[in-house]
Nanobody, 116 residues
Framework: VQLQASGGGSVQAGESLRLSCAAS????????IGWHRQAPGKQREWVAV???????KYTDSVKGRFTVSRDNVKNTVYLQMNSLKPEDTATYYC???????????WGQGTLVTVSS
């Protein structure tokens, strides 16, 4: 499985971005897509996860602002990010795996920069 993350960019605080994670290859081997981010000088942190067929879950700092959705036809998972804050600045990664077994596949990062 290959994962391709895209959609990052530079925005002002309060603006929105939508990240995409496009899956290719043996996509039927994964049923979980996660989003993670790593800010400069900090450890990578989990942001959100969608377990196919279940309700997405979010880390507390993005609840109410970020939304994960999935397009089955395009094999793509989106991370809609609204009301962005400077502290959301990070490189965002998507990952794929099997529920309960962790992530086996990782996409390259896409950089999000939010200025105040």
């Amino acid at each position: 499985v290959q994962l391709q993350a895209s959609g990052g960019g530079s925005v002002q605080a309060g603006e929105s971005l939508r990240l995409s994670c496009a899956a290719s290859g043996r996509t039927n081997s994964i049923n979980v897509i996660g989003w993670h981010r790593q800010a400069p000088g900090k450890q990578r942190e989990w942001v959100a996860v969608i377990n196919f067929g279940s309700t997405p879950k979010y880390t507390d700092s993005v609840k109410g602002r970020f939304t994960v959705s999935r397009d089955n036809v395009k094999n793509t998972v989106y991370l809609q990010m609204n009301s962005l804050k400077p502290e959301d600045t990070a490189t965002y990664y998507c990952s794929g795996g099997t529920y309960g077994r962790g992530y086996d596949y990782w996409g390259q990062g896409t950089l999000v920069t939010v200025s105040s």
